[in-house]
């Protein structure tokens, strides 16, 4: 004899295994992301504190440099944001325009360095933008094939054909890391904006 509870609890088991047979690929997608970004966080040398405040920052700075209208009109500025230290890329018109992105960035009490690497020009074509994302493709999966560097400590930012490598790592893994991205065809310059683990 099936009692009343027994009844509601097997159609809830029915209804929960036919809601995981519906799932789309969204949703399945959305899944994969959410452990991809766990394995991300977990593997990261920064404190899942600190990679938070790391973000927020990197959302504030770019923020405040949006907020400057000359640079806003006239400058392509990126600010990236990696264990409290910011690296400013891009064009500016201007020394004066790279100082004032500058100052905005001093104003996060957060920040304790910054690398300015804004090149005085105008702002990229969308060819070289997407020719600078090409190179950080490859730079990025030639690192990935190496065992002396540790994937998830670097950050590649690549602007005008010159790399910029931002992390957490050793001596060793920096100095892998730099020689990997100079001898990818394209590269011009490779700056090290690395902190020493």
């Known amino acids: 004899m099936i009692t009343n509870s027994r009844l509601r609890k097997f159609i809830g088991i029915t209804g929960a295994l036919l809601l995981l047979?519906?799932?789309?690929?969204?949703?399945?997608?959305?899944?994969?992301?959410?452990?991809?970004?766990?394995?991300?966080?977990?593997?990261d040398r920064r404190t899942a504190g600190t990679q938070l405040d790391d973000f927020n920052a990197q959302n504030t700075a770019s923020r405040l440099i949006g907020e400057q209208q000359n640079l806003k009109e006239n400058a392509n500025i990126e600010?990236?944001?990696?264990?409290?230290?910011?690296?400013l890329t891009g064009q500016a018109p201007g020394q004066a325009e790279i100082n004032q992105a500058e100052a905005q960035i001093k104003t996060i009490g957060y920040i304790q360095k910054i690398h300015n690497q804004i090149r005085i020009g105008q702002p990229l074509a969308t060819s070289s933008e997407l020719y600078d994302r090409w190179l950080a493709t490859k730079?990025?999966?030639k690192i990935l094939a190496s065992e002396k560097v540790p994937t998830a400590q670097i950050s590649i930012i690549v602007e005008d054909s010159e790399v910029f490598l931002m992390g957490l790592v050793t001596n060793?893994?920096?100095t892998?890391?730099?020689?990997?991205?100079r001898h990818v065809d394209g590269v011009t310059r490779v700056v090290r904006a690395f902190e020493i683990y």
């Not at 519906?22 to 593997?43: E, H, P």
């Open 172 to 174: 060793q893994e920096a």
């Open 21 to 43: 047979n519906n799932l789309t690929g969204c949703a399945v997608v959305a899944m994969g992301a959410v452990s991809a970004t766990a394995v991300s966080v977990s593997n």
């Open 139 to 141: 730079i990025r999966t």
């Open 176 to 181: 892998a890391a730099v020689d990997i991205a």
């Open 79 to 87: 600010v990236t944001v990696y264990n409290k230290v910011a690296l």
